[in-house]
């Protein structure tokens, strides 16, 4: 037995609206555009490019993340409104010495953005390998709907940095 609209609509709009706050809680640092390289000529309409950004970890001082992300061009692209393939690579380093500004879960998010209009998601997320004291990072999208098993992981050892003395345990600030 199909379930009428009228009371499917109120369901999509609570998770819309989850959907949209979730999505600015991560926002609070905007990534820097370092280039654009075209991939694709597209006459008439912006050509389909690789964009590289960077981004500091708000949490742990001394790292630092670049993620390249497809942005399609064409039309679609042109008005905003093409969706976003899920190829996304990352790669974070440590790039002076590192401070925990605060203690944090496995797999919490460094920075989340819109990928579609609605429904999907890029997020960089980070752990720590308590064992080897190395702070992971996965970059991954996914769908309100279908996931998107598309990810890519990068690492980051923690070293002591010019004479800062011994390095930090981030096994110290999990929560």
Excluded at 151 to 157: F, K
Aim: one cysteine or more.
């Amino acid at each position: 037995m199909p379930i009428p609209f009228a009371r499917v609509l109120p369901l999509l709009a609570a998770v819309l609206a989850v959907a949209l706050g979730l999505a600015g809680a991560a926002q609070a640092q905007e990534p820097d555009l370092i280039f654009k390289k075209s991939t694709v000529w597209k006459f008439l309409t912006p050509d389909d490019k690789l964009a590289v950004y960077g981004i500091d970890d708000p949490v742990v001082q001394g790292v630092a993340c670049h993620y390249t992300q497809p942005e399609r061009g064409g039309v679609k692209g042109m008005l905003g409104v093409a969706e976003e393939v899920s190829d996304i690579s990352i790669a974070c380093r440590q790039i002076g010495p590192i401070s925990f500004k605060s203690k944090f879960e496995q797999g919490d998010i460094v920075y989340r953005e819109s990928r579609s209009l609605i429904f999907k998601k890029m997020q960089i997320v980070r752990g720590c390998d308590a064992k080897r004291n190395v702070l992971v990072y996965l970059v991954y999208s996914d769908r309100l709907i279908e996931g998107s098993p598309k990810n890519s992981t990068t690492s980051v050892p923690i070293m002591p940095w010019g004479n800062s003395g011994e390095a930090p345990r981030c096994a110290d600030y999990l929560k």
